[in-house]
């Protein structure tokens, strides 16, 4: 059993590793999830990014249902 990172995502159980060093200002990173909102609550944690500094789309990309969120801050 792969251990669970404090800098990684698990909205819906599964995990889900993001390289958080290229999540920059005026760059996007999408989510495949279907806890939309405990995806962001999670990113939030990880990252240590205020609500306030991203922006966020419910959408279907290649077939599939999450987030994408751009960092604006």
């Known amino acids: ?16 590793v993001i390289d958080w060093n290229k999540f920059v200002p005026g760059t ?6 279907v ?3 405990r995806a962001i609550d999670d990113l939030v944690s990880a990252t240590g990014i ?7 789309r419910v959408r279907i990309e ?3 249902y999450g987030i994408r969120v751009w960092r604006i801050k």
């Not at 059993?1 to 159980?13: C, Q, Y």
């Not at 205020?50 to 966020?56: F, Q």
């Open 1 to 16: 059993m792969t251990r669970l990172m404090t800098t990684d995502l698990s909205p819906d159980g599964v995990r889900i």
């Open 28 to 33: 996007s990173v999408f989510i495949p999830c």
């Open 35 to 37: 806890n939309t909102t």
């Open 50 to 56: 205020s609500k306030k500094d991203i922006t966020k």
């Open 62 to 64: 290649n077939g599939k």
